[in-house]
């Protein structure tokens, strides 16, 4: 049972337009949310993150909306450039976790088009 | 200190056989977690340590699987009597005691990992 999903495995965007990418998750217990970047033969890198009692973190060309009636977050990447180009994970954890551990989304691959 | 640091970065092995990975972490992080990831899945929790005490293991470290962390340091998995389900990407991240401490500023730091290829 996946508690973080992230149903698109791929998007593809113009330059300087606007990347979305989405994420939906089941488990209410989480109230801490992240977003890493990871490129071919990296591990992830931390982009953003977002607590459940705010509904937006922005961060440069960065931003995350959390929707917790819904239970959904995106990523707004503004204007997208050609390094964006990467697969993106969302994360997602408990406070009242001891570990903090992380449950990730499968990732969608985001290609920035020139 | 230029991050986490994995070793090796790459493994194949004969099915049957016993591999160890290493991990050296951010030296003033306490908190060493490993992780798996396999192809076209994020990245899923195996255990994690605060300094050289184990605390949680998941349901997916098999008995075949057994992490370290002498003396709070670096950290070694060791995969004994491999099988060919146990391919994957081994990630070694590591993190400040205090999560919230950290919250907007960063999240876990990840090693590049080793991937295994058991054949």
């Known amino acids: 049972d996946q508690q973080v999903k992230q149903n698109s495995p791929s998007l593809s965007v113009q330059e300087g337009r606007i990347s979305i990418l989405n994420c939906d998750y089941t488990?209410?217990?989480?109230?801490?949310f992240l977003w890493y970047k990871k490129y071919p033969a990296e591990g992830p890198t931390f982009l953003i993150s977002?607590?459940?009692?705010?509904d937006k973190n922005e961060d440069g060309r960065f931003t995350v909306f959390l929707n917790k009636s819904a239970k959904h977050l995106s990523l707004h990447i503004v204007p997208s450039q050609p390094g964006d180009s990467a697969v993106y994970f969302c994360?997602?954890?408990?406070?009242?976790?001891?570990?903090?551990?992380?449950?990730f989304g499968s990732g969608t691959q985001l290609t920035v088009l020139p | 200190d230029t991050g986490v640091s994995q070793n090796p970065r790459h493994k194949i092995t004969k099915r049957g056989q016993n591999v160890t990975f290493r991990c050296d972490p951010i030296?003033?992080?306490?908190?060493l977690y490993w992780y798996r990831q396999t192809l076209g899945q994020g990245p899923e929790f195996l255990t994690y340590?605060?300094?050289?005490?184990?605390?949680?293991k998941s349901r997916l470290l098999s008995d075949r699987f057994s992490a370290e962390r002498p003396k709070g340091s670096f950290s070694t998995l060791e995969i004994q009597r491999t099988e060919q389900g146990d391919s994957a990407m081994y990630l070694c991240?590591?993190?400040?005691?205090?999560?919230?401490?950290?919250?907007?500023?960063?999240?876990?730091?990840f090693g590049s990992g080793t991937r295994l290829t058991v054949v």
């Open positions: 991240a590591s993190s400040f005691l205090n999560l919230e401490r950290d919250r907007g500023r960063d999240g876990y730091t």
């Open positions: 488990n209410s217990m989480f109230d801490y």
């Open positions: 977002i607590s459940s009692i705010k």
């Open positions: 994360a997602a954890s408990e406070s009242s976790g001891s570990a903090r551990q992380l449950t």
């Open positions: 030296s003033e992080h306490n908190r």
């Open positions: 340590f605060q300094n050289e005490a184990q605390l949680e």
